[in-house]
């Protein structure tokens, strides 16, 4: 056998070669093949609105799949992990590899080595792929899509917003539009306790990008007196500086995919000095590029300890339960994300409760694996 895809370490045996490198060329071919088939089945559908719009082949290759392709090889980055672990670790307690090892005189515990090894590297690119290179390729993409792609907008501009821009005032802007910079009507409400004290209304308003500066040609401030009655003045040429980004007014699901790691926690600590409900949908974004990356220890444990043991079914029986379990793990991972991001639950308990709920299972088939 030759072994040329790992180099030699001390004390690295040719055993842990062999498995290191099964592991990683099933992982690679099966997401390379999987990447292929994907890209050709998302140009069919694409096709039309590439051709319609006269989208150019460089901005297509480049702009689109090849920050694309990152994204779904993460995804799906810890799911081929598990099935490529089960798929070549059930092959060989088939033809008996398994038991002839552990007869030899290795644990099932230093059998883990190289597995571990591998989920160590496959984990290490996937959390770079989360913290920085998918948030800088998304913003590539969604210029692509925003111009080229009728359908499937990451970037979606929330039609009516009403935030706290600072304690006290709140803002109110419907209908914003990207391309003009512009709104159809601007609100600004001034609270004193529970009691609003000031309003300003425009019929229109416009972003100044670089100044960071609201404008509105007319503009009328309602001014409740001690009194109680209600007083008005018409203005003209607004020109203020609020604490209120225009990209503030993006959905936020859509805005944090496309900020590393840097960017979003400074996000972050903006929209918690606001008191805004974005928190939550931030937060957990930023624990699941940890956690999932995370999870490739687990499902590789799982997988080995399941696949090593010689069943009747055999293959095909270890693969049918680990796409079950993957798919559980990947099933609760969205119904806990989604409980975490409406406030039912803190946001990091949501995110690595799936991670914790695994690792449970992981040590149970563990001790239960061939010793």
């Known amino acids: 056998m030759r072994f040329r895809l790992i180099p030699s370490i001390p004390g690295y045996r040719t055993l842990d070669r062999y498995i290191l490198g099964k592991f990683l060329r099933t992982y690679i071919f099966g997401l390379v093949m999987m990447v292929i088939i994907l890209v050709v089945f998302d ?48 092959k060989m307690a088939m033809q008996t590899e398994i038991v002839a090892i552990l007869s030899g005189g290795v644990s099932f515990r230093r059998l883990m080595w190289p597995y571990m090894l591998g989920s160590a590297l496959i984990a ?30 990451l970037i979606v501009y929330d039609q009516h917003v009403y935030r ?18 512009r709104v159809p009507f601007f609100s600004m409400e001034r609270y004193e306790g529970a009691k609003m004290v000031e309003t300003l209304n425009a019929a229109s308003a416009s972003f100044d990008e670089e100044s960071g500066r609201w404008t509105a040609p007319r503009y009328v401030i309602y001014t ?7 007083g008005y003045k018409q203005y003209r040429n607004l ?27 400074d996000f972050l600590k903006q929209q918690r000095r606001k008191g805004s409900d974005n928190v939550f949908i931030i937060e957990v974004e930023r624990h699941t590029r940890f956690s999932y990356p995370f999870s490739t220890f687990i499902l590789t444990i799982i997988g080995v300890s399941l696949a090593s043991r010689k069943v009747r079914g055999g293959m095909g029986m270890h693969i049918g339960v680990g796409i079950a379990l993957c798919f559980g793990y990947i099933m609760l991972g969205r119904v806990f994300e989604q409980i975490a991001i409406s406030g039912s639950l803190a946001p990091w308990l949501g ?16 001790r239960k694996a061939p010793k």
Do not use: C
């Open 239 to 265: 020109d203020t500086l609020i604490n209120l980004d225009a990209r503030e007014l993006v959905d936020a699901k859509g805005l944090v995919k496309t900020q590393n790691i840097e960017e979003l926690n």
């Open 164 to 181: 706290q821009i600072e304690p006290g005032t709140f803002a109110y802007i419907r209908g914003y539009s990207p391309s003009l910079e």
């Open 43 to 90: 140009y069919v559908e694409k096709v039309d609105d590439f051709t319609e719009l006269k989208a150019p082949w460089s901005g297509i290759i480049f702009d689109y799949y090849l920050n694309f392709i990152p994204h779904f090889v993460n995804q799906f980055s810890a799911l081929f992990t598990f099935i490529s672990v089960i798929f070549f670790t059930s």
């Open 351 to 366: 995110v690595w409760l799936p991670n914790m709920i695994f690792a449970v299972i992981a040590i149970f088939v563990y």
């Open 124 to 153: 290490a690119l996937s959390l770079s792929l989360s913290l920085w290179v998918i948030p800088e390729g998304q913003k590539d993409s969604v210029a692509f899509q925003s111009q080229y792609l009728k359908k499937n907008q």
């Open 224 to 230: 409740r007196t001690e009194d109680g009655s209600l």
